[in-house]
Each structure stands twice: as structure tokens, then as C-alpha cells.
């Protein structure tokens, strides 16, 4: 994205009681090393060893696996709906940002034996514009043809990498129209606007431009990505109702794996209370009954 939406004060925006009680949880694990270091003169004084045990601890707490309980009918769908409108309101998606026109601009074509290929710019929020790559097929299977949303993951060369650009060209060979979405990095902790707001956001428009295409039936259309990309089809099939198909590969695990003790994940993968009351398995099964395939 070529910049960011304009945000509230931290006055005026709902995050700031958040950010409020995240200050006053320092405060007290700041307070109670502090008195536990002064409670007996034996005692040693709090060191950064010390300090860093403490919030492993908090961490511990935070990241027990939830439950993924069986469920169906209308409890299920009763979840679905209560964990969707839960994590929208927590990434300030709820209500969604207006859909204003996309007003895309179109590069020169770059032309391959089997399909056209353009990089687009379309907007995001007022003035504020993203960009993609779109292939077209050269040789249609049919018309209106089936859709892909590609995203891809934490990748050096972003979505010119080889071995991404050979998926690209594959499924635009196999007759789908192709639109490649970045996987951009911007938050803003003191309001709470997390990574995910601007990439779910991001990605439902890039949704909104392969429904605006002509050559795109708009009623076919999925989304796939590894690893960083992988999470981010994740995010959409369970936000989304549009999709009627997903791969989601190499991030489906819970949160505890992706915080202890041996490795971690960029933090593009988690948002404002997130642990609190879901895990990472549950949302990845949000997406059904489209479908939704795990590797």
C-alpha cells in the first residue's frame, strides 16, 4: 500500500482502553518485581533474567490451547457468526470501511505464451491505493471463467519470487484469471490497529476487483497461499463469505506453538485479544462449508 489510512487519536478511538490496560498490566508486573525485590534484604534484586521470566509466565498463562469443540447445526453456525463479528471488531473492521469505487490503473501489458500479465493499483480508502498482479489467461477454458485470489507469504522478492510467479502462471494456465495481492506490514500498536487490518482489508479488495472484471464469474472464486500466505487465506475464507474454495498451507497450528519455546511467527499473525477467546484451528475452520483444504 503507498500509504496509510488516516486513523483516530488515541483520545477518540475505542483501542485506547486497551492500551490503557496494557499499561496498567506493566505497571503492576513492574511493581510487583520491585516489592517482591525489596521484601527481605536477602532477597536478590530484580534482574532482566528476572523480568523476561515474567512475561514468558504471562505469556504461559495466555496461550493455553482453547478447546476446539465439535460442533454442528445451528450451534455451529452460532459460533461461526460470534467468532467472525469478534475478530472484525477487534481489528476495527466491524463496521467493514466503505467500498468506495476501486478506480484501478492499469500498467502496460507484459506478455507470456500463456496468459497477459498487469500490474494494477486499486484503492483501498480515499486516496489511498494497494497494488496487485493480474494475470489473464490466453486460452479460455471458458467465460465468465473461475477466479483465484493468490497471496503469498514472508518471501525476499515478495510476489516475484520464482517459485511464487510459477504458481501464478500455472493456475492462469489451467484457464482461472489470477489476481496476486502483496502481503504489506503496517500496524499502529498505541491504537490498536493490528497487521490483519490492513491485510484482511486489503485482500476483501482484492476480491472486490476480480468480482468487478468482466471475464470473472463472480461466483467462483478462491483463495491459497503458503506459510505467510498460507495465514492469510486463513483469514479470509473465515471472514469472507464470497469464497467458495480455500488452500490454506503450512500455518494451521495454535497459538501456543507459534509463541513457545523453540520458535515464533512474525507478528503480522495475531491481533488484539486474539487468545483470549479463540485458536488458531477454530478460525481456519470458519470458512465452512466452502472448501477448504489443509497442507
Known amino acids: 500500500m503507498l500509504q496509510k489510512k488516516k486513523l483516530q ?15 496498567l498490566m506493566v505497571a503492576c508486573l513492574t511493581l510487583f518485581g520491585i516489592s517482591g525485590s525489596r521484601a527481605g534484604s536477602s532477597q536478590k534484586p530484580r534482574t532482566d533474567d528476572r523480568a523476561a521470566v515474567m512475561m514468558t509466565q504471562y505469556y504461559e498463562h495466555m496461550s493455553q490451547p ?54 494494477v493499483a486499486f484503492q483501498l480508502w480515499p486516496g489511498v491505493y494497494s497494488r496487485g498482479l493480474l494475470f ?5 477454458k471458458e467465460k465468465p471463467a473461475p477466479a483465484v485470489l493468490c497471496v503469498h507469504g514472508h518471501t525476499d522478492d515478495g510476489y516475484a519470487d520464482g517459485d511464487e510467479q510459477k ?5 492462469a494456465k489451467l484457464g482461472y484469471v489470477t489476481f496476486v495481492t502483496p502481503q504489506d506490514h503496517h500496524d499502529d500498536i498505541l491504537r490498536g ?22 471475464e470473472v464469474d463472480p461466483s467462483r472464486i478462491g483463495v491459497n497461499g503458503l506459510s505467510g500466505g498460507g495465514l492469510q487465506s486463513q ?16 500455518i494451521t497450528c495454535d497459538y501456543r506453538e507459534k509463541l513457545f519455546t523453540y520458535t515464533h511467527h512474525c507478528e503480522c499473525n495475531h491481533w488484539p485479544e486474539a487468545m483470549t477467546y479463540t485458536d488458531q484451528p477454530e478460525i481456519s475452520a ?4 466452502a472448501a477448504v483444504q489443509f497442507l
Open 193 to 214: 490497529y493490528p497487521h490483519q487490518t490492513y491485510m484482511v482489508w486489503n485482500n476483501m479488495r482484492g476480491l472486490d476487483f476480480l468480482q468487478s472484471l468482466p
Open 9 to 23: 487519536s488515541p483520545e477518540n478511538s475505542s483501542a485506547w482502553p486497551r492500551f490503557s490496560r496494557w499499561l
Open 167 to 171: 504458481r501464478y502462471l500455472m493456475f
Open 136 to 140: 489473464m489467461p490466453r486460452e479460455w
Open 66 to 119: 482453547k478447546p476446539f469443540l465439535v460442533r454442528t447445526g445451528k450451534d455451529w453456525e452460532s459460533r461461526q457468526e460470534e467468532i467472525r463479528a469478534r475478530m472484525l471488531k477487534d481489528m476495527h473492521l466491524d463496521p467493514l470501511p466503505e467500498r468506495i469505487p476501486l478506480d484501478p490503473h492499469y500498467s502496460e501489458p507484459i506478455q507470456h505464451p500463456w496468459c497477459t500479465i498487469h500490474k
Open 286 to 289: 470458519l470458512g465452512f462449508p
Open 235 to 250: 483469514m479470509l475464507v473465515a471472514l469472507d463469505r464470497r469464497l467458495k474454495a480455500a488452500t490454506i498451507a503450512g
